[in-house]
């Protein structure tokens, strides 16, 4: 925070330092720059390279699931073999 108030402030020194025609030229540039990173920015948002790490991503993500899923599963299935060997385990003792 500090330091964000340190560049503003340095910031408004310099261009008060500046002529008018200097300011101008500069917002000009700032202006050209922001209109460039915008561009940028779209054209990347857009571009068939991120659109493909965004359908990895969903198919790692679908096959995490599917591991998940089948994890579960498995877990489940081991849990009810253990409580059906205890109880065969607890009738045979019980004899």
């Not at 500069?26 to 571009?47: L, R």
Request: overall charge negative; aromatic content about 2%; hydrophobic content about 45%.
């Amino acid at each position: 925070m500090i330091r964000t108030l340190m560049i503003a402030a340095a910031a408004a020194f310099t261009l008060s330092a500046c002529s008018e025609a200097e300011r101008r030229d500069t917002g000009n540039d700032v202006e050209a720059a922001a209109d460039k990173i915008a561009a940028e920015a779209k054209d990347a948002a857009s571009s068939p390279e991120l659109k493909e790490v965004g359908a990895e991503i969903k198919d790692a993500a679908g096959d995490a699931g599917q591991v998940l899923k089948e994890t579960a599963k498995g877990a489940v299935e081991g849990a009810k073999e253990g409580a059906a060997k205890v109880e065969a385990e607890s009738k045979d003792a019980a004899k």
